[in-house]
């Protein structure tokens, strides 16, 4: 997947160029709102009809210049507008579609976690997707063996020894690209999300 950050992704926003804005939106965004719509019990179908919406809302937003970057961050702002998408379509939901607790006869929609709890919820989402990018773009950029040995060491967490022996590297070199790889994750965390150090 190509590497396009958030601040890309706004610039095309407003660029006359509307399909190419729609895919990367799409591409950027979309799992992320799936996900937490699942999260937050909705159906597969449903979660990617929420998802949608959202993004349709997020859209019209932004072009009307709702959206200021001095306040916060967009991923803050998109997930307000996902929580309330979602909210909605819970509301217009017809009530033969509503879950039932089988034990309490409570509604499930009544037993959903409070906004704190669907803000972390959201921002683990937003985590894992930023994340995933990021690694796509350090696996591209490093050698095949210092992004192996980080995989092993970091994120497998095989015993250093081990990952040695298996690469053919002093343990010293594992160390080495371990934290290699970590500066350059955070440098694109960072260049991804639109951080400067004035934020």
Not at 26 to 41: E, N, S
Not at 62 to 90: M, P
Request: net charge positive.
């Amino acid at each position: 997947m190509t590497w396009v950050t958030t601040t890309q992704v706004l610039e095309q926003l407003s660029s006359p160029n509307g399909g190419t804005a729609w895919r990367q939106l799409h591409d950027h965004f979309y799992a992320v709102i799936v996900q937490f719509a699942q999260k937050l019990g909705l159906s597969s179908a449903d979660a990617e009809d929420a998802a949608q919406e959202t993004m349709v809302t997020f859209l019209e937003s932004y072009r009307k210049g709702k959206y200021q970057r001095e306040k916060g961050r967009l991923s803050q702002w998109l997930f307000g507008v996902a929580r309330r998408t979602i909210h909605d379509f819970r509301k217009h939901r017809p009530p033969e579609r509503q879950m039932i607790d089988k034990d309490s006869g409570t509604s499930f929609w009544n037993k959903l976690p409070n906004e704190e709890v669907e803000h972390h919820t959201w921002t683990a989402e937003w985590q894992k997707m930023v994340m995933e990018r990021c690694l796509q773009r350090v696996r591209r950029e490093l050698k095949p063996k210092t992004f192996q040995a980080f995989e092993l060491y970091a994120l497998a967490q095989i015993p250093v020894e081990q990952v040695a022996q298996r690469l053919q590297m002093t343990h010293n070199a594992v160390y080495i690209a371990k934290n290699r790889v970590l500066a350059r994750l955070q440098e694109l965390e960072k260049e991804f999300e639109g951080i400067t150090n004035n934020l």
